[in-house]
């Protein structure tokens, strides 16, 4: 890859980083599914587990809370600061680091389980960040992840965004593909044997639709970048955006929650 390929990545990670830096207040709904993976993936004391792309560490934070010896990396050192705080409140050891899972600063079968939830997802390049998670997991080691499939909730909004937003950089890879388990089965070919593939929901208690967007508006990276792009120059775009939101959003409410369908993905390193 050259140079000027490497600079369009560093920026788009850098902006990610930025966009993603106000995500803590949404720990709450990530919780639970959080726990359903760390069950999913068999997790057990003694364990070496590392949670890629942790945020707030509510799945290292489980995990620890098992008995396992956890480290939990992300790009975004402000969900750091809310991760080690969620680990003293927890009365855990979790070994946190600032990092990027395309460059994992772990030894090749360091982990006996690697996980992340909604996580390795949105690194730009799929193949180099399942290499990295593959290379730190021991031979028999379980990787398993939570991710959106195309045809729910969460990534027809990442569809919409992108259709508001300018294309990303070439090279970059949409998230939501993961959620895909052809790409999946793709993805982790010859490196793994026994996927196992589950699903789920994650209740993101709402009002409205209205107060649903104003919750994401201010803290999913995503929406927050679409928002501040769009604020001040183009009004009218704003609002179509926000009514096609809404009007997504209200497929999936009921009963005052807005139901988040998402893949679970679990395999066992060859
Ligand atoms: C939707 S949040 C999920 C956070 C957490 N796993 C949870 O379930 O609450 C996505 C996370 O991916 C992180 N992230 C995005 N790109 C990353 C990368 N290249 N390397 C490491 N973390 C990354 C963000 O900083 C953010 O914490």
Redesign the pocket.
Known sequence: MGVIEMDVLEKF?AA??QG?AH?AP??SF?TP??ARLVRFAGVRAGQRVL??????G??AVTAARLGARVTG????PE?LQRARENARLAAVQVDWHE????KLPFEDREFDVVL?????M???RPEV?IAEMLRVLRPGGTIAFSTWPPELFLARMFALIGSYMPPPPPGVSPPVQWGDPGIVRERLGSAVQEIVFDRDVMDFPALSPQHHRSSTEST??PVRQLVEMLQPSEPAKLEAFRREYDAITAEYLEDNVVRQGYLMTRATRA
């Open positions: 990670k990610q980083k993603w995500f949404l720990e990530t599914p959080a949670d890629v792309a942790c945020g707030t509510v799945v990396l992300d790009l975004t969900l990092g990027d899972v395309e992340s939830q909604y996580g390795h949105f690194a730009p960040a999913a990276g």
